[in-house]
């Protein structure tokens, strides 16, 4: 019998990835890829292990698919990712519904261990993240056929005192650019039109295999690809962010506005508890060098609330540095004390409490300043990638350049002659608090 297999993906982008490629190897393999875990006899679940909160959601999701074991056909449930990376022997020993585990660099054996955990020899395969995955394997894409991520590098050389991927994920080390490129000649040719870059640091790119930064050339490297529109930019580090990729960004047609910045606090103080480069003028002078090379650019950054000794004077500057600085997006975290993690060690670690009222407070913020950031483009004509049609509302459904997969906004519009995958002329007539809507130009 043809063994099926569904795989449950948690967690960030570079997971999906992961996924992707786990998904590729098994279908190579002859075995029978399912959507429902429902309907498989192996379900593998790729975690996440970065906060307190995805840690808890991987544990969930492991005990409830372990009982398809008693109401659906499920013979082997395997575990893989950040979580088993950090906790293999906790995970093996006080959750015995768990069939088999693999870690963040051993994801490539994956069919070996379904062999084994069949078998009933419960594999553990984690050794040292040091794998680095080229293009000659396999990856079935699990996102709509237009968009794909690519990583770029893997593992993190920073050490800021609050993260643990160094733990699961290990020493940063790049891809070459001839694998990227490759691979995403691969994706274009089975219709992707839009690229997103991503690594835990994607400005440090080529730094450990190449003489200094060789992002802004990989930029224009993958946008040279046939059929590629856009190319989109996460997980800047600020650190290293160059007025040669600012100028690669503002240059290049097919490079998205688009910069996904993590800056975590805009306190001095703070930033060097945390470890991160510069200081806050530095921040305010890379952002308006930013806005100024690249008018329309969308700023995406997160923020980390409640880290150790944030006193509320602190937390208040950083209310109003957000309210200053307008971005665009905006993602706020509550501080995770997570163990192994210099930060964990620190003194004057606040409350629970302390730390989501400040999360929340932080987000209602951003909300106000949100209303008011998409008017600028009504009246105006933009690009959209159409991604589904609405029956309901008798609407397509895109995005602009300005907007990620999934985690921005949407654009609304009718009398769309594109079809779904192209990219269309839209010109907007109303600004809702993320979203747009307009009217498509044949």
Same mark, same amino acid.
């Given at each position: 019998?043809?063994?099926?297999?569904?795989?449950?993906?948690?967690?960030?982008?570079?997971?999906?990835?992961?996924?992707?490629?786990?998904?590729?190897?098994?279908?190579?393999?002859?075995?029978?890829?399912?959507?429902?875990? #429902?309907?498989? *006899?192996?379900?593998?679940?790729?975690?996440?292990?970065?906060?307190?909160?995805?840690?808890?959601?991987?544990?969930? *999701?492991?005990?409830?698919?372990?009982?398809?074991?008693?109401?659906?056909?499920?013979?082997?449930?395997?575990?893989?990712?950040?979580?088993?990376? +950090?906790?293999?022997?906790?995970?093996?020993?006080?959750?015995?519904?768990?069939?088999?585990?693999?870690?963040?660099?051993?994801?490539?054996?994956?069919?070996?261990?379904?062999?084994?955990?069949?078998?009933?020899?419960?594999?553990?395969?984690?050794?040292n993240p040091v794998f680095n995955y080229e293009e000659k394997l396999?990856?079935? %894409?699990? *996102?709509?056929?237009?968009?794909?991520?690519?990583?770029?590098?893997?593992?993190?050389?920073?050490?800021?005192?609050?993260?643990?991927?160094?733990?699961?994920?290990?020493?940063?080390?790049?891809?070459?650019?001839?694998?990227?490129?490759?691979?995403?000649?691969?994706?274009?040719?089975?219709?992707? +039109?839009? &690229?997103?870059?991503?690594?835990?640091?994607?400005?440090?790119?080529?730094?450990?295999?190449?003489?200094?930064?060789?992002?802004? #050339?990989?930029?224009?490297?993958?946008?040279?690809?046939?059929?590629?529109?856009?190319?989109?930019?996460?997980?800047?580090?600020?650190?290293?962010? *160059?007025?040669?990729?600012?100028?690669?960004?503002?240059?290049?047609?097919?490079?998205?506005?688009?910069?996904?910045?993590? %800056?975590?606090?805009?306190?001095?103080?703070?930033?060097?508890?945390?470890?991160?480069?510069?200081?806050?003028?530095?921040?305010?002078? =890379?952002?308006?060098?930013?806005?100024?090379?690249?008018?329309?650019?969308?700023?995406?950054t997160s923020m980390i609330v409640g880290f150790p000794g944030e006193?509320?004077?602190?937390? #208040?500057?950083?209310?109003?540095?957000?309210?200053?600085?307008?971005?665009?997006?905006?993602?706020?975290?509550?501080?995770?004390?997570?163990?192994?993690?210099?930060?964990?060690?620190?003194?004057?670690?606040?409350?629970? #409490?302390?730390?989501?009222?400040?999360?929340?407070? =932080?987000?209602? &913020?951003?909300?106000?300043?949100?209303?008011?950031?998409?008017?600028?483009?009504?009246?105006?004509?933009?690009?959209?990638?159409?991604?589904?049609?609405?029956?309901?509302?008798?609407?397509?459904?895109?995005?602009?350049?300005?907007?990620?997969?999934?985690?921005?906004?949407?654009?609304?519009?009718?009398?769309?002659?594109?079809?779904?995958?192209e990219i269309a002329k839209v010109r907007i007539t109303h600004a809702?608090?993320?979203? =747009?809507?307009?009217?498509?130009?044949?």
């Amino acid at each position: 019998m043809i063994e099926k297999v569904s795989v449950v993906t948690l967690g960030c982008e570079k997971n999906l990835v992961d996924s992707e490629i786990m998904s590729g190897l098994i279908h190579e393999r002859g075995f029978s890829l399912v959507d429902k875990p #429902e309907d498989a *006899t192996v379900v593998i679940v790729n975690t996440c292990g970065f906060i307190d909160a995805a840690k808890e959601e991987s544990v969930n *999701t492991i005990l409830n698919l372990a009982e398809l074991k008693d109401t659906a056909r499920l013979k082997a449930l395997i575990v893989s990712g950040c979580l088993t990376q +950090r906790y293999k022997k906790e995970l093996m020993e006080e959750m015995p519904e768990i069939d088999g585990i693999v870690g963040t660099g051993d994801f490539h054996k994956i069919n070996e261990i379904i062999d084994e955990a069949l078998r009933g020899r419960k594999p553990v395969y984690v050794g040292n993240p040091v794998f680095n995955y080229e293009e000659k394997l396999p990856r079935l %894409l699990t *996102t709509q056929r237009h968009t794909a991520y690519v990583k770029i590098a893997e593992g993190c050389d920073n050490a800021c005192t609050f993260c643990s991927i160094p733990i699961m994920r290990g020493k940063f080390r790049s891809r070459s650019v001839e694998s990227i490129v490759s691979e995403v000649e691969s994706l274009a040719a089975q219709g992707v +039109r839009e &690229i997103s870059l991503i690594a835990q640091d994607s400005t440090n790119y080529g730094t450990d295999l190449y003489e200094g930064f060789k992002l802004p #050339e990989l930029l224009n490297r993958v946008s040279e690809v046939p059929g590629i529109e856009w190319v989109r930019l996460h997980y800047a580090y600020p650190g290293f962010f *160059t007025d040669e990729l600012i100028d690669a960004i503002a240059s290049n047609p097919k490079v998205c506005d688009y910069i996904d910045m993590p %800056l975590q606090h805009s306190e001095d103080s703070i930033l060097k508890r945390m470890r991160r480069p510069g200081r806050q003028r530095d921040v305010r002078d =890379l952002v308006g060098k930013i806005r100024a090379r690249i008018p329309d650019v969308a700023l995406r950054t997160s923020m980390i609330v409640g880290f150790p000794g944030e006193t509320e004077e602190d937390f #208040e500057k950083l209310c109003e540095f957000v309210r200053e600085m307008k971005f665009d997006r905006l993602g706020v975290f509550a501080y995770s004390q997570e163990e192994d993690t210099p930060a964990n060690r620190l003194p004057d670690q606040l409350p629970d #409490e302390v730390k989501q009222y400040r999360a929340n407070t =932080l987000m209602e &913020i951003q909300r106000e300043s949100a209303k008011d950031l998409g008017s600028k483009f009504v009246g105006r004509t933009i690009d959209v990638l159409v991604e589904r049609y609405d029956g309901r509302s008798d609407v397509f459904v895109g995005r602009s350049q300005y907007d990620a997969p999934e985690v921005d906004g949407e654009v609304y519009i009718s009398n769309c002659k594109a079809q779904i995958g192209e990219i269309a002329k839209v010109r907007i007539t109303h600004a809702y608090e993320y979203d =747009l809507s307009g009217e498509g130009i044949a």
